[in-house]
Nanobody, 126 residues
């Protein structure tokens, strides 16, 4: 199964930007479902952004207009461009994959993914 490694996290000021990367190894080119999730201390893991089956992106209301998910299949890499960061965006960010297409309503549901990276920490100071 594909192995996922996140990178690009760090500490930024509010209003700043970060670009997270998720490198996938063992990628076969199969139509995996992939997305970004985050978890803050004491909070449940939540979906951030993901791709629909037809390649259209979906994202949580809290990040719409600020975060953009993208992918480079040739490099087996998933990205999350985070702009206009807010203190409430502070969390451990994870990428996740499933080896088959998920329905739209499942794309941001953590339980529907069976393959997770180790996460990368994002800290936003005011």
């Amino acid at each position: 199964q594909v192995q996922l490694v996140e990178s690009g996290g760090g500490s930024v000021q509010a209003g700043g930007s970060l670009r997270l990367s998720c490198a996938a190894s063992g990628y076969t080119g199969s139509p995996y479902s992939m997305g970004w999730f985050r978890q803050a201390p004491g909070k449940e893991r939540e979906g951030v952004a993901a791709f629909t089956r037809d390649g259209i992106t979906t994202s949580a209301d809290s990040v719409k207009g600020r975060f953009t998910i993208s992918r480079d299949n040739a490099k087996n890499t998933l990205y999350l461009q985070m702009n206009s960061l807010k203190p409430e965006d502070k969390a451990m960010y994870y990428c996740a994959a499933q080896s088959y297409y998920l329905t739209d309503w499942d794309l941001l549901v953590p339980l529907r993914y069976n393959n997770w990276g180790q996460g990368t920490q994002v800290t936003v100071s005011s």
